[in-house]
């Protein structure tokens, strides 16, 4: 393996080579053969096709060219290896290893990784196993019935998202073991509508929160015990209806505040955790331990096709490179994910998460200023119903909106209807493929206001069903994609440094200290008139 | 009044003065003086500051001439009179109509077009009144404890916003009359998860469809009927669990398959038609016709308070003067929705539709082509949840996102706890105070990881509560929004072409005939093989 360097995309000579490149124009290159070609398998059974994306052959060998300048496969491979990748952080970045092990061991203070991570979820499955049998009840001698996940950002988006694409598979096949539901806002309207349909006798809560100091996820868990106490159950204890997710190192660690306590660490960045602890808990204990593990596979397949050097073979790096190419060269600021599944109706929540957070970044991995544009704005709504709303925007907008679909042959429930000669099911692969094709190629029309400019690319990612499997792959598909736009832009994609002033000034009206006159004008409108001292 | 003259914005001598104007830095000019100045009262007891936003006196003196130029007010005036502003489709716009009476008696073949939609709601509020007295009863003789719209686009996206926000305040009071839910996707996983949790014996399903030809409704409601049948229980009828809401000239009115239909007509657009029949008929029967009337007193007060021709004294106008200068003088290219309030969790995505398939169009209201840009895409997630996702890259990205805040000094339950001396509202207000100064000062910091540029401009709808009575008023501001900067890009915002082509391209794909190798293609991949002949 060649040493790695690290350099800023405008540095490489196949940037400049790409900027040189003539543009395509979608609707005269689109063909059916491309869609043959333009095709590369994914694991899980999923393929992405890339046919009605903007790029040509040229394009294609100068994409390839910038991964091997920029050594995509080489620094993934380093990374796996536990290289330090959070540079400012000064963290390796481990959230493969959960699912699998590709590369060396990572041992650290005599410690290997992989077994602690794998221990954690052996940990889970038993602990789940206990709650499924009856062993573990609440404090009023009843079983479990609903597992509520207290967490917010990487600790509620990843694992919802998860929770809901595996939901109505499971009941329709009568396996969905305990119902789950989410706690996220530090609003008292999210944990009060929450709990309103939650028997509390019967609810086992999960505290997520690596540091174990997120404030939201305390203030909520102390929301949770105030309303099991307020509900006067004789009997009702809640440290024996609550679990923790969080490092050893955190004061939730060990606490006779929990039932038990499971652990990720420093390694595992929150957007990152849905195939850690954080996500296994709930999904454990929602599905049981097959399904999870189901999901762990998908990832770890889609992990290892990220290996490949070759780029026509990678999903992931394809995906990463002609992204960059959208951004950099063609110059569009936003991505929309519409995936033609409604188990997938949070999914683009959890994506908008993984992708902005990660590469929203203005400097280098090495903290220096970047003169060009790093993440794109994510957004998306599901199909068919993104069609009613914002999609005429999409066709006729006067910007270009670059389009990532998902879609399967088979529903997760069989129950489905024929009306005018079709299933429901027809109906909505029809309208997907009808859709890449009037985005792709457009419609002249004498009358300006009936006419597509067309030219609107787009990529499917596309299988047979959404299985735990091809869910697992689904969403390390899309983790590895912004590793490699990380890698491409030279940033680093794992730390989340945007997030802490907000923190301090919070911090700073809440005690009132330290506030100036525009904070205290603000503080004033929204009805904190006069802060309260530090209790 | 003076004639109306329809102009393209880039003509109008105030937008090449706007061009001319310094720009502004926001962290210079931003004081708790302009705090108090930058604000414009608005219905329902919420006000709009707009401190934070990118502009100062001379802008907004230009704006203001803008506002002249264009006649904003006058042509809201003249569509409230009934002028045809739905050019390419020929009609009126009168969604302000079926909340009061601003213009004229709008009067068609003899019949008071006011007095139509009132009766509609008054019909709406005697069926809700039997419906909850017990005097209508499902099939089987129970009462009906859930309502389910079947619709999708504006039949959804809007009323499930409306119920969303309205529901933790009525369950915390003992006043939900009936459950909502929806069903909106033709994936069939939608219908199935939602009738999971619904007893059909108690349930009222409202069918809306303004042209009663809808796809994806009109195979949900299949889909509905065929569930009832399968669940084999003896007396249960259909037609005599759902109603209508459509036009008086759908295949769907006055039909038997229906215990009821209530209509809309052609000048009720699906996006705005929140406060018509369409979301009239699930809020009155979830909420009483008390709550229906209150929000649409609050969106009555808002039109009103929309007539204002002095932009600093009219929230609408100049919400929609501050958006066209951010999106067409300074080029940015989105805007993000933020509520701190978890009972908007679903408003950014009715909002998403309103304004993207308003006004995401490429000529102007005559059909000629513009050459500049029109709407933004639009997202957002409620506060504080976005703080732990996508606000990494509004504060650090590369990109400048402008942002609309909302947020009330009251929740909607009163249930609260206090940890480390605030309450989770205390916190809640905090956390919205405390952004609107990160994002607009930034910090300096030597670390340029840990910088923040600021001159992220934004502005704030904040209230007391969201009352029913507020959630009228800020759904009017948004719909005059989008109205006034419909003017300003003198466009049409009341039609959608852009819909059109996907639809029939899916036609195509579903009956086989007159598809091109790509549509065959793109067919095959999805598992479309061999279409089925027409039926």
Redesign the interface.
Known sequence: MSALEFKNLDTLPAFAALKRLPRIELKKV???ER??RFSIPMAGGLAF?YAARPVDDAVLDALGQLSREQQLPEKYRALLDGEIFNT?EGRKVLHHLVRGQLGRDVVEDGRNLRAFYVEQQRRIDAFAARVHAGRIVGSTGKPFATVVQIG???S??GPRALYLAL??SA??RGELRLRARFI??????????TL?GVDLETALFILVSKSGTT??T???R??VI??MR?AKISGLKPERHMIAVTSETSPLAKSSEYLDSFYIDDYIG??YSATSAVGGAVLTLAFGPDVFAEVLSGASEADRTALEPDARRNSSMMDALIGVYERNVLGL??QAVLP????LSRFP?HL??LD??S?????NRD????S????????G?????G?????????????I?PLQFV?F?????D???S????????????????????F????DDP????S??GNRGSS?I?G?QLTPKALGALLAHFENKVMFQGFLWNI?SF????????????G????GKGLD???????K????AS?????
């Open positions: 689109l063909s059916a869609v043959e096709n400012g917010i950002g990487g509620d988006l939901t109505t009941e329709a996220s806002n530090v609003d008292p309207d999210d944990a009060n509508e309103r404030q939201e305390l203030t909520n102390q929301f105030e309303k307020a929150g957007r600021p936003t033609y599944s409604q188990a929540a908008q998460q902005m957070e590469n929203g970044k203005h400097v903290g220096k200023p970047i060009y544009q790093t993440g794109p704005v994510i957004f709504e599901p199909g068919t119903n069609q009613h709303s914002f999609y005429q925007l999409l066709h006729q907008g006067t910007d909106v879609g042959r088979e529903s997760q429930d129950f489905d209807v009306i005018d000669g079709s299933s429901s099911r027809t109906k909505l692969a029809a309208n997907l493929a009808a859709q890449i094709v009037a792709a190629i457009g419609k009358n300006p206001n009936k597509f400019a499917v596309h047979l680093n730390d989340q440094e945007g997030v802490q002033l907000g923190k301090t000034l919070a700073r009206i809440l005690s006159p525009v904070m205290a004008a603000y503080a409108l929204l009805g904190i802060p309260p001292p530090r209790g």
